[in-house]
């Protein structure tokens, strides 16, 4: 059973769930798995684009293939004097920082990011910690990945 998310109804919710796990899946497709015909379909999916529910579509890349082999999770303690907006802005434009994500606790903020190797790592840190408003990191070095959603649950039980 879907529960209920103010203005979307269980349709909504079925093309979500299925839109996220394929953003390739045709109208007919969708309209299979839904119930609805393809120019129906295609008119819910355009209004859950405008009403901002869905914000994009993409490919998901094998970070191996491209050379990326190691993911660590960096926890950012930043200074009394930091300029946060600045400071994301920052960590935003180097290439290795997949999110940053600000947090409740001793730090401020966590990020992760994507390297080729540890010395890859090890130059990103030297670089985080010359920023402006960083006081200090403390890196966690992701081992393995037993499981990825790859989104959000719009389907709750």
């Known amino acids: 059973m879907i529960s209920h998310i103010e203005g979307l109804d269980e349709l909504d919710l079925r093309i979500l769930d299925a839109l996220q796990r394929n953003a390739r899946s045709t109208f007919s497709q969708l309209g299979t798995l839904v119930g609805l015909k393809p120019p129906a379909v295609h008119d819910r999916v355009k209004r859950l684009e405008q009403r901002g529910y869905i914000q994009g579509y993409g490919a998901k890349l094998d970070p191996a ?78 081992l393995g990945m037993p499981f990825d959603r790859g989104g959000v649950t719009v389907q709750m039980r």
């Open 65 to 142: 293939r491209l050379g990326i082999h190691l993911t660590a999770f960096i926890s950012c303690y930043t200074s009394p004097d930091c300029a946060y907006d600045e400071f994301t802005r920052t960590l935003s434009e180097m290439p290795e920082v997949c999110e940053v994500h600000s947090v409740a606790g001793e730090e401020s903020f966590v990020c992760k990011v994507a390297t080729r190797s540890t010395q890859h790592l090890d130059e990103l840190l030297a670089r985080l910690k010359a920023t402006p408003g960083m006081a200090r990191t403390r890196t966690t070095i992701v």
